[in-house]
């Protein structure tokens, strides 16, 4: 009888444990492309886990604005954050988040790509694993480039691309020579414009964290940009971001796009690109000052500190961002859509070596320096943003007066003297100056 009891017991335990272990984990998300083809393969990791999964999908400015609210006040809203460069290593520092440091054997972490691991950790700790990594360059239009009787170089000039954009120009057909990220927001708009600014020479803020935006590296690079885009962009540029300029791309209505390197897949698609046949690549532009204009990212998964589902979580980030994804992507929609920028086997795969856009995907990555981004020096370490806690909220203020000048409400001089104001008044009110 005891024996019985205990066998029922034991029994009893392995039903709780298992009932335990089937957790539903909720997760943040950006409405990228990749984002949105890893939601449609969850039940990959359900069959295999038996977790189920319950999607927050975002708009980049409203994930960021989410995400940031739900760490900061503990929340407890999700499981599993996408987060950024940027985000990582302030919060892993604050102890805001899981270190990740405990993953299995099976994954590899030593497989990661050094840029992208450095970028996702604090004091050598990783706190996120990367879901893709990128850099920005410039994809093109090759017929139109020929038929505006041009060749692009590997690594133009900006003076080039605005060249080749008012020739590819032609509004009666609503082909936009160029198309670039206007829309408000650090990580929209504001990241263009600051890759862009360090090959112009420009920074945020010299070594004694002064803003710099009354250098004439910053008006340079604005009256640049706006007379581009007035000349050869498409009309109301100031509010397209990544998935407009996208859309527009794949419509045909763009001679050159310059933007996350994670973009290709989606315009040589010809699923979704008209235009999937005739698109180049290129390393975004510089100005001959040693500094080119692409910028560093990953879209990284991570944990909150605090979650009930820690094991659950890490379970699915090693499902999501691993090779056995990137094998699974691949069977099901081919290597060009798998996703890139996050490990050295990628890069070494004899089927991915092929695809168009793979070497100068890794190019961009591997030229793009967040510890010397500008042409003089600078205190901050970041490419298309300065690693402190207080540059998301001065640059989505910057970014708003720059679009408003984008969109005609205000002058250049005029947005950059508000940028300089603001920014200076924020950096004391934090105590840097």
Known sequence: MNFIKTVLGASAVSLLSTTVLAESLTIATVNNGDMIRMQKLTDDFTEKTGHTVEWVTLEENVLRQRVTTDIT???GAFDIMTIGMYETPIWGKNGWLVSLDDLSDDYNVDDILPAMRGG??????????PFYGESSMIMYREDLMKKAGLEMPSAPSWSFIAKAARAMTDRDEEVNGICLRGKAGWGEGGAFITAMSN??????????????????????????????????????????GFNENLSLFQQGKCGMWIDATVAASFVTNPDDSTVADKVGFALAPDNGMGVRSNWLWAWALAIPAGTQKEAAAKEFIEWATSNSYIDLVAGKEGWANVPP????????????????FAKMTLESILSADPNNSTVDPSPY????????????????EVSQEFSAAYAGQQTVAEALAKAQALTNDEMEAAGYR
């Open 199 to 240: 090959s112009f020479g420009a920074r945020w803020f010299d070594e004694d964290w002064n803003a710099q935006f009354d250098t004439r590296e910053w008006s340079d690079t604005l009256n640049f940009f706006v007379n581009m885009m007035s000349d050869a962009g498409p009309p109301g540029y100031a509010t397209n």
């Open 73 to 75: 006040t503990k929340g």
């Open 341 to 356: 920028g996050a490990r050295t086997s990628l890069y070494e795969n004899p089927n991915y070596k092929d695809i168009p």
């Open 120 to 129: 996702l950790s604090y004091n050598g700790t990783l706190y996120a694993a």
């Open 381 to 396: 370490v970041g490419v298309q943003f300065a690693a402190i806690p207080e540059f998301a909220g001065i640059a989505t």
